[in-house]
């Protein structure tokens, strides 16, 4: 779909994201789009970085099976491998030792304790 897109436009147009980063580091994960759009960051970073969680799983679920993992890894391999080429990132991968079965223990896990793994409920501030 990328390669679509790159036909009429130039790569530095496009910024992809991960949402596992965003995760990881709202502020950073922010302050890249910030720059990519070339608008200045806010003085307050609070109201952008409220812990507001829209699209979490409402209902307790099975675990992902490994075998539906390795199922899913060899599937989007070569999308993750354009991916990671256009981008020249190589995060896109999936080669960073967290296993889709690994997070999503985790992410059960915390929501089934009503937060984020962070030490913060659900719309709540950090």
């Known amino acids: 779909f ?5 036909e009429h436009f130039k790569p530095e147009q496009f910024l992809v994201l991960r949402l596992e980063d965003y995760d990881r580091d709202p502020q950073t994960y922010m302050r890249r789009i910030f720059n990519f759009l070339g608008v200045g960051e ?15 799983h409402r209902v307790s ?12 890894r060899r599937f989007y391999e070569p999308f993750n491998q354009l991916l990671a080429a256009y981008t020249g990132d190589a995060s896109f991968l999936w080669q960073d ?6 997070q999503q223990l985790r992410d059960a896990s915390n929501a ?15």
């Not at 990328?2 to 790159?6: D, N, P, R, V």
């Not at 089934?112 to 950090?126: F, P």
């Open 2 to 6: 990328l390669e679509k897109w790159l």
């Open 42 to 56: 806010p003085q307050d970073w609070a109201p952008v970085l409220r812990q507001i969680h829209f699209n979490q």
């Open 61 to 72: 679920r099975q675990p992902l099976l490994e075998a539906t993992e390795r199922l899913l």
């Open 97 to 102: 030792g967290d296993s889709l079965r690994t």
């Open 112 to 126: 089934d304790r009503g937060g984020d793994g962070k030490g913060r409920g659900r719309g709540g501030k950090g």
